[in-house]
């Protein structure tokens, strides 16, 4: 999505070989006319899929979900981080285990939103390892629910979360894809998906 | 704002007499077409004030102050939520302390951010003791900039929230007033304002 890389070439800070900051309109400062456009890109993309929620964790996921599910007409789940050992019956949860930050939290989820009858799609700002994304898998899994797919604004081509999604067959739809950020420079994969 | 009480009087649970539990069209699981008019809502009535950027708390209330931030054409600020001694030199911070729950956190937001040409709307979901809304005006006013008011989903009018931040100086508006919940029952104020 040429609009999603010439905000990234033009306002993101690269910290170092691994981490792009995008804290002035993704993560912190939001543009709100750009998470328009995405959640419409991505309803694009996803369409005609008998999608019945988009699911995503919080918080910075929330943005581009919430124009997403508005674009496809259905309901959007938040799922929440927990301190681990939440063990309230009526939820659905999972660690999730960050190894880069070697630290972990555990997702939950109503069980009252999440039925065999729904077809998810998971929307999130960044695809790394696949931690957040394969945790919130496992969720909607757990209330016997499908998976449509994996949105993501800005995936980290040089990490394993897609080739761990794709294993899993689940099919990932990246707007932005970084190849590198080596000495500070921005290299974007060509689209092939 | 009737399309919210009906909601509310449809969907909520009363969990006490001071507990409403929205999880199903707001807090857990979203309704992208009521945000829509709720960002609508507030976008009318504080139009023409100048206002520059809308700010919210993560993460309940980042739905409706994205969607009022779309209809209003400014960028949305979301403030942090961080264990306390948070004390990173690039960053505004204030201690929020819940007396309802007993608990404090650090409320934070990026001195990039906020600057004194700012005049910014603070969004969110619910005003009880108004102990997060006057966090976040504490935080704007650190970065020097303005407060155009606050604007509540869910006010509930049997706490002191309101009282406090009137006597601040600040305009409240609230889409839905609660009276009271005693006995399992909502019964909402008439509108004034």
Do not use: C, W
Request: glycine share 8%.
């Amino acid at each position: 999505m040429k609009l999603l890389e010439d905000k990234i070439l033009n306002e993101s800070v690269v910290l170092n070989d691994e981490i792009l900051k995008v804290d002035g309109f993704i993560n912190h400062q939001v543009d709100p006319k750009l998470m328009k456009e995405i959640g419409e890109e991505f309803a694009e993309y996803f369409k005609d899929r008998g999608i019945t929620k988009v699911a995503t964790i919080e918080s910075s996921g929330i943005s581009p979900a919430l124009m997403t599910a508005l674009a496809l007409g259905v309901p959007l789940i938040i799922m929440k981080k927990s301190p681990s050992n939440v063990m309230k019956t009526d939820l659905f949860h999972t660690e999730v285990v960050s190894f880069t930050k070697g630290s972990s939290y555990e997702l939950t989820v109503s069980k009252s939103h999440i039925s065999e009858n729904d077809h998810v799609l998971i929307i999130d700002d960044f695809l790394a390892n696949g931690e957040a994304s394969t945790g919130a898998i496992r969720l909607v899994r757990k209330g016997n629910a499908t998976i449509a797919g994996v949105g993501i604004l800005i995936e980290k081509s040089f990490q394993a979360g897609r080739n761990k999604l794709n294993e899993a067959m689940i099919e990932v739809y990246s707007l932005a894809r970084i190849e590198s950020l080596k000495g500070g420079i921005i290299q974007f994969k060509k689209q092939e998906n």
